[in-house]
């Protein structure tokens, strides 16, 4: 079992940048593939990002490639989403998540668990 914390989210100006945190409790952190989603008002959860078991691969979504960066401290059970040039169309729940399966792992069903999730708010 993993349970997952999400922290760093908050109001930013456009163009600006915020880091993500999400924090993992029990063991084997290293053994799980981690990923962040974002869902906005009225819209599904979406893929944004992964990472592999040791760090070294990546993968992301179109929309965020260039400007958003998923990295992860397995010494510190801790996955992290640095977010620049931010944009109001940015703005939504972020989650991450804790998966299995193959990589890369792109769609909700593919991750066994989840945070509780951390709001960013883009101004404009």
């Known amino acids: 079992q993993v349970q997952l914390v999400e922290s760093g989210g908050g109001l930013v100006q456009a163009g600006g940048s915020l880091r993500l945190s999400c924090a993992a409790s029990?063991?084997?952190?290293?053994?799980?593939?981690m990923g962040w989603f974002r869902q906005a008002p009225g819209k599904e959860r979406t893929f944004l990002a992964t990472?592999?078991?040791?760090?070294?691969?990546?993968y992301y979504a179109d929309s965020v490639k260039g400007r958003f960066t998923i990295s992860r401290d397995n010494a510190k059970n801790t996955v992290y989403l640095q977010m620049n040039s931010l944009e109001p169309e940015d703005t939504a729940v972020y989650y991450c998540?804790?998966?299995?399966?193959?990589?890369?792992?792109?769609?909700?069903?593919?991750?066994?668990?989840w945070g509780q999730g951390t709001q960013v708010t883009v101004s404009s």
């Open positions: 990472i592999s078991q040791n760090g070294f691969t990546t």
């Open positions: 029990g063991r084997a952190f290293s053994r799980y593939t």
């Open positions: 998540a804790a998966g299995t399966s193959s990589f890369p792992p792109t769609l909700r069903s593919e991750y066994n668990y």
